[in-house]
């Protein structure tokens, strides 16, 4: 696990981070030295999961806003509202994340009956919705919730696709993975994320069949530097 984050640590907004992935999400880059801001459709509920993820820490690097307001207080968002609110999410901070790195953990797969969703991947359409001054990254679309919130600290036994458009962008973003504890392979363009939220599908049937809800990837054949 890389332990010493950049230089300059930058401040990550998590929308939606008051459900199941988010909290995970904040609770790695809160042990590994970021400031986070939880955002959430009101205010108190965002205040309260960053006040219960202090409390498990014990530190005091998350706090809560609305959504807006956590985007437009961050360097950079990462997208964890439930699937369904996908789309009319992204069209309400398009304002707010003017300017910023959005990384968009959604996989739009149903986990009662899994199957891969249709084109264009939800990145894409993020990124087409937001326009070319916000860099959309797509990743964590395969990261157990569960799986975040154990043995923090701890490097994690999971590998992350990172897709985007721009690879600077998804240099940044693999550095933030790697601070979480997990390794980042750069996996090819926006569109190559409808696979991974695919993948999503392939895990949650896996977790079916064999019992379990953690099921992962890894990568293998590649050396990294
Ligand atoms: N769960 C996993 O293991 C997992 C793994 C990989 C990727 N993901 C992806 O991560 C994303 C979040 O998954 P999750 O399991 O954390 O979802 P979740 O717990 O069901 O919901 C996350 C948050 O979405 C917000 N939300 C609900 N309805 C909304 C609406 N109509 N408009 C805007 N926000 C709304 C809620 O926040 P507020 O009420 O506070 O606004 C809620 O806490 C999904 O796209 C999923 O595909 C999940």
Redesign the pocket.
């Known amino acids: 696990m890389t332990t010493s984050p950049p230089t300059k640590l930058s401040t990550i907004a998590i ?8 909290p995970g999400l904040a609770m790695r880059w809160a042990s590994a030295g970021y400031a986070i801001i939880i ?4 205010l108190e ?2 205040q309260a ?1 960053a006040a219960d993820i202090n409390a498990k820490l014990n530190m005091d690097r998350v706090s809560g806003l609305e ?1 807006s307001d956590a985007a437009r207080s961050a360097d950079i968002a990462v ?8 789309q ?2 992204v069209e ?1 901070l398009r304002d707010a994340l003017q300017g910023k790195i959005l990384i968009d ?5 149903d986990f009662r009956a899994p199957r891969p969703p249709e084109q264009p991947s ?1 990145a894409r359409i993020a990124q087409d919705i937001l326009g070319p001054g916000v860099k959309v990254v797509a990743a ?7 799986a975040l919130k154990k043995d923090l600290g701890q490097p994690m036994d999971v590998d992350v696709l990172v897709c985007a458009d721009e690879v600077q962008a998804a240099e940044t973003v693999m550095q933030l993975t790697q601070a979480a504890g997990m390794h980042a392979y750069y996996a090819g363009s926006l569109d190559n994320a409808i696979v991974v ?1 695919g993948l ?1 599908s392939i895990l949650i049937s896996m977790n079916k069949y064999y019992g379990g ?1 953690s099921a992962a990837i890894r990568i293998t054949g590649i050396q990294q530097p």
């Open positions: 929308l939606g981070g008051t459900g199941k992935e988010g955002g959430s459709r009101q509920k965002a999961t959504n997208l964890t509202v439930v699937q369904s609110a996908h009319a999410a309400g953990a959604t996989a739009r797969v939800a964590y679309q395969n990261v157990p919730a569960g939220e999503t809800h």
